[in-house]
């Protein structure tokens, strides 16, 4: 089993993460995306990355659809980041987040059987099982969220790797942005049972666990022997584990990007809708356009009529220009330049992630970059640009 793939493919775009209080002001208006977004007669999905391909099925019957409060409407009442007591999420949201995340993976598949549980405890984790076929037989991956103050040290032992030398795994990695891997034959299963498995804390305050078997059931292994590996590997399981990272915002709850219905019809342009949810709540959106991988909107204070034109893009090879290394090596930079038209200025924060994700945000004092000046201030700030910038939202977009 070699852990060290080649991962750099797997995670070009569903890049790790950090996060600041700083965030917590575009992080909390997810909560409230759905409001907001319907009364822009937005349609709210993650646009084509979370587009579901199955094989050899039309249409995928999820189990487990009940209990947890199922159907509850996040955006009811807005909670505060950072208070980690607060943990709501329904079996029906387990189940679609598991399973768009598996796509986004890289893993199709066929004849799904999905099944979760939802949560309303932080002592209680909330879970999600697909079983599935693979193309080389049955295959499981399991999925565990559990709510957590990401500062408590007695977590740091789940994501470190124990000393080679008595350790219950047979391969375990620690690797960067608090995220151990684990591989390891379960003891006393008969068969040759593997299940290999990724710990993440996210600083967002989530205990995340994704992990496979090489069989869909362990009393399987009993009847007959299980030579071959999981075929989910590591990177691939690192990625899920990312996926769902991205799908909880700090306040507590899931946000409606990775708990859309798998399969459904995406929103033209994959950075245009995570832009919108992330602008603080307070901006009218006047315009919108995008083209997967740029964004932008046309943002109007309705009482004077001035605008800012606010874009987000994924880019490569840019000019470098960092201010600012946040503690998990990501790199921040924050400019103000000079516009094509007198008087108008460019807010740009970049974020750069240690494994090559580059988001940049952008706004103007214009209705375009191009335009004349519309007011001497920009509607949004440059601590909110930047909140925009370093939301862990851009997980989930392509």
């Known amino acids: 089993m070699r852990f060290e793939d080649d991962l750099g493919r797997a995670l070009r775009h569903t890049a790790g993460a950090f996060t600041t209080d700083r965030r917590s002001l575009a992080e909390g208006s997810l909560v409230r995306g759905r409001r907001r977004l319907a009364r822009r007669r937005a349609s709210v999905v993650a646009g084509s990355a979370l587009t579901v391909a199955l094989l050899a099925t039309a249409g995928a019957q999820l189990g487990g659809q009940g209990g947890a ?18 943990f709501a999420v329904t079996a029906e949201e387990m189940e679609n987040i598991l399973h768009n995340g598996m796509n986004r993976a890289g893993i199709a598949v066929a004849r799904p059987k999905v099944q979760g549980t939802g949560s309303s405890d932080q002592a209680r984790p909330a879970t999600a099982t697909i079983d599935f076929e693979d193309g080389w037989g049955a295959a499981r991956v399991t999925l565990s969220v559990r ?53 993440m804390l996210s600083p967002n ?17 009993e009847s007959a022997l299980v030579s071959r590996n999981p075929r989910m590997n590591p990177g691939k399981l690192r990625s899920l584990a990312m996926f769902v990272d991205g799908s909880f915002a700090r306040d507590g709850e899931p946000n409606s990007f990775g708990t859309v219905v798998p399969g459904a019809e995406a929103e033209s ?8 949810a992330l602008l603080p709540e307070r901006l009218h959106i006047h315009s919108e356009g995008g083209s997967g991988a740029e964004g932008h909107v046309v943002v109007i204070d309705r009482k004077t009529g001035k605008r800012t034109y606010v874009e987000a893009m994924r880019i490569a090879g840019d000019k470098e220009f960092w201010n600012e290394t946040l503690a998990d090596g990501t790199k921040v930079g924050t400019r103000r330049l000079t516009g094509k038209q007198p008087g108008v200025v460019q807010l740009r924060v970049d974020a750069l992630r240690v494994n090559g994700l580059w988001i940049s945000v952008s706004a103007y004092n214009a209705p375009s970059p191009t335009s004349r000046r519309s007011g001497a201030q920009h509607l949004i700030t440059e601590e909110e640009l930047k909140a925009v910038a370093t939301s862990r939202t851009w997980l989930l977009a392509r």
């Open 69 to 86: 409060g199922k159907g509850r409407d996040h955006a009811s009442k807005p909670r505060l980041a950072g208070d980690y007591r607060h």
């Open 269 to 276: 342009g994959d950075i245009l809708p995570v832009l919108k």
């Open 205 to 221: 305050g989530y205990l995340i666990e994704v992990a496979t078997h090489n069989v869909p059931m362990a009393k399987q292994a």
């Open 147 to 199: 709510r957590v103050d990401p500062a408590e040290q007695d977590l740091k032992k789940l994501i470190t790797c124990p000393p080679e030398k008595g350790s219950p795994y047979e391969e375990c990695t620690t690797q960067p942005d608090n995220r151990a891997v684990k591989g390891y034959t379960e003891a006393g299963k008969a068969g040759g049972v593997k299940k290999w498995a990724v710990t």
